[in-house]
């Protein structure tokens, strides 16, 4: 973990501009066995210091690859110095965003490392049941990813604090042939935030998981192709999560709205059916964590929660201080930053769709002729909120059961459109958290969602 | 410390530790990074770099560590934490590094950047936008200098270094008719040099015309089985799809490569050659070692629909018992056909002008589906509309199969040489 030695060069913010100063390690530790092969066995750490100055709407940045008193005052003089230059070439002259708080933010939990070996130990323990309980298999892949970031951060008018964000992942992967030769595939991720010993000290406790993946993949060996067209569907909850934060989030984070989202026309108005409510959680839900907390942002404002839809209504965005200024609103502590040499830039948490009243049983016994879509292997959105999600986990409803697996496929829609078309949603969320968002820099982020029935486009053959 | 001196300090710290068997890359690089926000100049950012990456292998067994300190106890932390890792691992002969490939010093591209002229190159692709196009919104652009030195080194002698230096600039776009706005696209080139504006790079302008033209797309109503013209950053996309599916080096290890003994077989239309060209004049800076330690080499992979070889490095080929692959990067290049893109698009009776796909991964059976993006529907032989809400579903072997036509036009930006490409046999379905 990072000691704080940069405290003191606070002192050497410039006056009549807002800076932010912050050390900042990312650590990584990686390992991945192809069919039993140790293909990655690697451990990294890149640490470093950087300072963002704001000069009335015009921004400076840098950053250098050491964790040194000096390179803090290096930093924040060539901020300093980039920010008045380019606001020499830029004619930008907006007010400063207002203060909204100080303080300091206590360091909210602690990175615990394991040692390589137990690393390894853990993946050839589980590797080993996947060979000798499903030797059917074509090939199976256990991948072991653990990364962390540490952050101090200091700021000329705004909140300080050290926050740590540490999580690991169990990735297991299996292939598998259907009759005719042609190979499949399906993935489960265990983990979460934390380390090692929160979660694989017993490895198996994952075999329950492991097993009820084989299972869906010798369905899916068994698969059908979805019948291309516009459908009835119930989305699982990860796939509620996808939705969450692909369809809706993306064009609600307030430099996309500024670039011409969708939700820009669309604050204050009907962009969903009365039963769909989104929130971007900081760190708390229901009294509970979520899984990728967020206390204290990278422009020093602490974090709460930012409410994106209520009731099917649009009521914000995600903003970083200056976007929250223009919309006049307070900053709900979005801007965060992946590694020291990136700059805040606007990013989901947690985005998760509220739950519902009813069971996940009723929703798929209401289907007469339709598709249950499981899991989602990626995804993605457009500014009109387009969207797109590949499904590697499905199945036909038929008459209000359940029938054969479906090989992947893609859907997609329009938000605010399809949202529109929920008509029922389940008592319970599921939350995933092991993955990265791409906007300029990778950002690990949270999202989930119930159970719920829409109508959708569904591709095919 | 300069950067050779770091190399002999690693050195001694690895002799030291007593591994005698290891390869490492350490490097210092610089970023000067402008960044565009709705057409203005926002934010201007400076990253100094370092990087340290090494493998080290003890009685076959093999770690690697990471990090960016490259201080004494920077460097005694990182081959500590390599060689724990490399204990810890099983043994495995198949790991390995290049053998010797001697000493040679690769000079690419601009070392010393022109950062004001950078900055007007920029103001004057904004200018010629804003006035040429006015209907368009630069959402986002990014306009980088990148330099690096860079040290690499093996215990069996080899030993390159690098200097080398780019500009790049790219944008996020969009078109607005003040009610209507279009969904996002996106390109960007990289450059050795200024001296070409930046809106005749690439395929820059190409990217603002489309876009213009798709303020009011047509949402198409049914299926149809026709024929895809994919823009050269598609075919782009598609035939690193292709590559990673059927001939990258995890299918060939786990064995569900369905091109698995396919080598010297025709897998692909005669229409479609494809190569690894890193010395290929157009690439800016292109690949001159391998992450294995090989001195890089031009590489076809497909020649005229022949399958020359898998992707597999160096552990890859050890493993399979196949041919290693010297070229582990990405300077695609696509040979041209013998028709225009007009020509093309004349011969086609229905199908789309695919910009971009938006879909799942594919997996090893090649099966894709996703949203056509930024794409316009063809019609007897001309294109009609601009598309929104409209699938494409098919297989990525049979894409390729299926080739109808290369174009005579090439897209160089400055990373990949690619034509448009044509294939029939593709479901296009709206809503």
């Known amino acids: 973990m990072l000691q704080d030695i940069i405290g003191a060069k606070k002192d050497l913010f410039a006056e009549g501009v807002q800076t932010v100063l912050r050390a900042h390690e ?10 039993g092969n140790l293909i990655r066995n690697n451990r990294s750490e890149a640490a470093g210091i950087s300072a963002r100055v704001n000069n009335r709407g015009t921004f400076g940045f840098a950053s250098i690859a050491e964790y040194t008193p000096e390179a803090a005052e290096k930093v924040i003089r060539a901020a300093t110095e980039n920010a008045l230059s380019l606001g020499r070439h830029s004619g930008r002259n907006i007010a400063l965003p207002p203060s909204v708080g100080t303080g300091t933010v206590a360091l909210n939990a602690e990175i615990v490392d394991t040692d390589q070996k137990t690393i390894i130990d853990v993946c050839r323990t589980v590797d080993n049941y996947i060979e000798k309980k499903y030797p059917d298999l074509t090939s199976r892949t256990v991948i072991y990813t653990e990364d962390s970031q540490d952050r101090i951060i200091y700021s000329s008018d705004a909140c300080s604090g050290h926050l740590v964000t540490p999580r690991c992942y169990i990735y297991v992967m299996m292939s598998a042939e259907t009759k005719d030769g042609v190979p499949v595939e399906l993935f489960k991720a265990f983990g979460g935030f934390g380390g090692l010993k929160d979660y694989f000290t017993d490895p198996e406790s994952l075999y329950p998981g492991i097993d009820e993946l084989y299972r869906k993949l010798m369905d899916k060996k068994e698969g059908v192709y979805a019948e291309t067209g516009y459908r009835t569907v119930v989305l699982g909850g990860m796939m509620g999560g996808m939705l969450a934060h692909e369809a809706v989030g993306h064009t609600v984070e307030a430099d996309l709205v500024r670039g011409g989202s969708v939700a820009g026309p669309n604050l204050n108005r009907q962009v969903a059916s009365e039963l769909v409510n989104l929130v971007d959680f900081a760190h708390t839900w229901q009294g509970g964590t979520v899984p990728l907390p967020v206390y204290l942002d990278d422009e020093g404002t602490k974090a709460e929660d930012a409410p994106l839809i209520r ?28 590694a020291f040499s990136d700059e805040p ?16 049983e009723e929703l798929i016994a209401s289907v007469d002729d339709g598709y249950y879509l499981v899991n989602s292997g990626n995804g993605q959105a457009d500014l009109t909120g387009e969207f797109m999600f590949g499904v590697t986990c499905g199945y036909e409803i038929k008459n209000g059961k359940l029938g054969r697996a479906l090989l992947d496929t893609t859907v997609t829609g329009v938000a605010f459109d399809m949202l529109k078309t929920v008509d029922m949603v389940s008592n319970e969320v599921e939350w995933s958290s092991s993955g990265f968002c791409g906007k300029k820099q990778r950002m690990a982020v949270g999202m989930g969602g119930p159970h719920m029935r829409c109508k959708i486009m569904i591709g095919g053959r | 410390m300069e950067l050779r001196e770091t190399t002999a300090l690693l050195d001694g710290i690895l002799r030291e530790q007593g591994i005698g068997k290891y390869t490492y890359t350490l490097s210092e690089s610089e970023k000067q990074e402008l960044n565009i926000e709705n057409g203005g100049f926002k934010l201007l950012r400076t990253v100094f770099g370092k990087a340290g990456s090494l493998k080290v292998f003890t009685d076959g067994r093999m770690g690697s560590a990471s990090g960016n300190d490259l201080t004494e106890a920077g460097l005694r932390k990182l081959a500590g934490a390599a060689k724990t890792a490399a204990e810890s691992a099983s043994e495995d002969p198949c790991h390995d590094i290049a053998p010797d490939q001697g000493k040679e010093v690769f000079r690419q591209g601009e070392y010393k950047p022109d950062l004001d002229r950078f900055i007007e190159r920029i103001r004057e692709f904004l200018e010629t936008a804003a006035k040429e196009y006015p209907e368009v919104r630069i959402m986002s652009g990014i306009g980088s200098f990148d330099r690096w030195h860079r040290i690499m080194r093996n215990t069996n002698g080899t030993e390159f270094e690098t200097f080398a230096g780019q500009y790049g600039f790219s944008i996020e776009i969009c078109a607005s008719d003040g009610e209507k706005t279009t969904g996002l696209d996106y390109t960007g080139v990289s450059m050795k040099d200024l001296d070409t504006p930046f809106m005749e790079l690439g395929d820059l302008r190409r990217h603002l015309e489309d876009i213009r033209k798709s303020i009011s797309p047509e949402t198409l109503q049914g ?63 292109g690949e001159r070692a391998t992450a294995n330690g090989f001195r890089s080499e031009d590489v076809t992979l497909i020649d005229r629909g022949v399958l020359k070889t898998h992707r597999l490095s160096l552990y890859g080929a050890n493993k399979t018992g196949r041919p290693v692959v ?20 004349a ?18 059976n090649g099966e894709f589906s996703g949203v056509a993006k930024n794409s316009f529907l063809i019609e007897n032989g001309e294109i009609r509309c601009a598309v929104t809400e409209t699938m494409v579903n098919g297989n990525l072997e049979d894409v390729f199969r299926r080739i109808r036509a290369v174009s005579k036009e090439l897209l160089c930006d400055g990373d990949t040489v690619m034509p448009y490409i044509a294939a029939d046999g593709i479901v296009v379905s709206g809503k």
């Open chain 2, 326 to 345: 010297k070229n582990t990067g990405g300077d695609l290049v696509a040979e041209p056909g013998d028709k225009t893109l007009a020509e093309i698009i």
């Open chain 1, 311 to 338: 009731n099917g209504i649009l009521v914000g965005y995600m903003n970083d201080r200056e976007s929250a200024a223009e919309y006049g609103v307070r900053p709900a502590g979005n801007a965060r930053a992946w």
């Open chain 1, 26 to 35: 990312n650590r990584t530790r990686q390992v991945a066995l192809l069919k």
């Open chain 2, 223 to 285: 299926k149809f089985t026709g024929t895809v013209v994919m823009t050269p950053g598609c075919a782009g996309e598609f035939l690193s799809m292709l590559l990673s599916n059927y001939i990258g080096e995890g299918v060939v290890i786990n064995g569900t490569s369905l091109w698995l003994d396919k080598v010297g077989e025709k897998v692909a239309s005669e229409k479609l050659t494809v190569s690894l060209k890193p010395y290929d004049e157009r690439i800016v800076i």
């Open chain 1, 345 to 360: 830039i606007i990013r989901m948490r947690n985005t998760c769709i509220l739950p519902g009243k009813n069971t996940v």
């Open chain 2, 347 to 364: 011969g086609v009776d229905r199908g789309l002008l695919l910009g971009g796909f938006s879909g799942g991964e594919p997996g090893t």
